[in-house]
């Protein structure tokens, strides 16, 4: 018998039993190979290892590292929401429902979920799609922000936004006249999208976001792009993300309409990210639903496919590592849920403990309920001081010479352009960065704040930015800013 590759092998008397390797570089699925989260870059990486050196008391100019580069809330100080703790709490033991200072709203949507449990355990294995009382909760949530109906049979509970995002994804893959299925893309991009069709082997049709335009998407690049990349796929969805990461904008009511039009004459569907819909900036911005959209055009637009996801992970709630969030399906063949219910559940089930965090935003204390006041005052704190640090940024940003900012409506980070002096640029090239890496890498050493580079996040040629986290502390931005000013301006000095 001759042996088969990867086998053991006798190579002859004296030779020891040699095993060649199954998985290697040359046999990995190809659509993993050069697959890569950009925001794990060289940039963390140093301040990573910066971090180490603190620790092991090497002295810096700075005493520890800012991460200001993934969006982390409660790790830059940003304090959780104290109801949806208490809940999680009682979920995950029980016996705290005997405790007396619990407040009784809370114990009520404890025992709701508890009951909802197979064996009234938080440690049993959830229902597919998640509990059914959740899945309820968040339609009631949904029509109470739209006035529009919601089906709760029609939204999944999954670990966040990026896990439903690519089991959905998943779900688009086909070929069509031998073209593989194409996923319009937003630049810059939130990262992990373009990981997700790399790895479902989709095609990414970028079309890029108009800076010069508050960020608005102008449908004549979405023309551009998808007649571009018609002869290489078949274009089948649009990301859209509203509010935006990492540009922080609101797109006006006049420009999702366009996007509608847009995505009903192309036959798309419209991949709605609405993560960062409570964390409204600007007073005279509001949040609308690509769903309400929909519903006020009336038809034919009414009837268009739309997937809508929400997370707690962002904003006011800031649970990123809960990891829980939900999505809504409308207008989608009544054949096609099903078929997401069964891929779900050879996936995962929800926990039931990021379930109950999930319940807490959607079914947060009611006026007459004791929680209440408590949880009225520490959203107000947040959003308040996620305002003001916004206004910190902006006015910091728009007093130095090379940066400039659109302004910040939405969301929880900024995304400042750089104009670098061509030294820089050149410096940059020498040391194999990227300009916007090259600056990013700089200010972490001088200063120990690390940002993300907008290469990152894809960006129009010939433009650099970084993206910085917006604390909830006014004072933390202040002093952030205060740093981050008297580095730029050496920077530039140095580089004139």
């Not at 809330?73 to 200072?101: C, E, H, I, M, N």
């Not at 130095?400 to 302004?407: A, F, I, K, Y």
């Not at 670098?420 to 090239?429: K, T």
């Amino acid at each position: 018998m001759i042996p088969s590759k990867g086998h053991c092998v006798l190579r002859g008397t004296n030779e020891k039993l040699q095993c060649k390797k199954c998985l290697t570089p040359e046999t990995v699925n190809p659509n993993y190979r050069g697959l890569e989260y950009s925001l794990s870059g060289p940039v963390l990486q140093k301040a990573i290892e910066i971090e180490k050196e603190i620790l092991e008391g090497h002295k810096k100019k700075f005493k520890n590292v800012i991460l200001l580069n993934i969006g982390d809330a409660q790790s830059l100080g940003q304090p959780p929401l104290t109801f949806p703790r208490q809940v999680l709490s009682l979920v995950a033991y029980p016996d705290l429902l005997r405790d007396k200072t619990f407040p009784e709203d809370v114990k009520l949507r404890a025992r709701d979920i508890l009951e909802n449990c197979p064996g009234g355990s938080a440690g049993s294995y959830s229902y597919l799609c998640g509990m059914d009382i959740i899945r309820k909760k968040i339609a009631t949530y949904i029509e109470k922000r739209d006035n529009v109906a919601s089906n709760w049979e029609n939204i999944i509970i999954g670990q966040g936004v990026a896990d439903m995002a690519k089991l959905f994804m998943s779900l688009l893959k086909s070929n069509k006249y031998g073209l593989a299925a194409g996923i319009l893309n937003p630049v810059p991009e939130c990262p992990f999208y373009s990981s997700i069709i790399a790895e479902l082997g989709l095609k990414r049709i970028d079309y890029f976001i108009d800076e010069d335009n508050q960020w608005n998407i102008n449908i004549n690049e979405l023309q551009r792009a998808i007649d571009e990349a018609k002869s290489r796929c078949n274009p089948r969805a649009i990301i859209v993300i509203n509010p935006g990461n990492p540009t922080c904008h609101i797109l006006t009511k006049s420009n999702m309409e366009e996007i509608v039009k847009f995505a009903f004459k192309e036959n798309l569907i419209i991949i709605a990210d609405e993560v960062y819909q409570n964390d409204v900036l600007k007073d005279d911005c509001d949040f609308i639903s690509f769903k309400r959209i929909l519903n006020d055009m009336g038809k034919p637009y009414s009837d268009i496919e739309l997937v809508s996801l929400m997370s707690v992970s962002k904003g006011v709630f800031a649970e990123s590592g809960i990891k829980s969030g939900y999505a809504e399906f409308v207008n989608l063949d009544p054949e096609i849920p099903p078929m997401f219910v069964n891929l779900a559940s050879a996936s995962y089930n929800p926990s039931a403990l990021a379930q109950s965090t999930l319940y807490s935003l959607v079914n947060p204390p009611k006026p007459n309920e004791p929680s209440y006041e408590l949880f009225k005052h520490e959203k107000n704190v947040i959003i308040g001081g996620l305002k003001m640090s916004a206004s910190i940024a902006e006015e910091s940003i728009h007093s130095l010479e090379g940066m400039s900012c659109n302004p910040l409506e939405g969301g929880t980070f900024f995304y400042p352009r750089l104009m670098l002096p061509q030294v820089a640029i050149e410096r940059a090239d020498r040391m194999k960065l990227s300009p916007d890496e090259f600056y990013a890498m700089e200010l972490l050493q001088e200063t120990g704040i690390c940002v993300a580079p907008g290469s990152a996040f894809k960006q129009k040629p010939g433009t650099y930015h970084i993206r910085m986290t917006l604390p909830s502390d006014p004072e933390m931005a202040h002093e952030i800013m205060e740093r981050f000013k008297e580095f730029h301006f050496q920077f530039m000095k140095s580089f004139s």
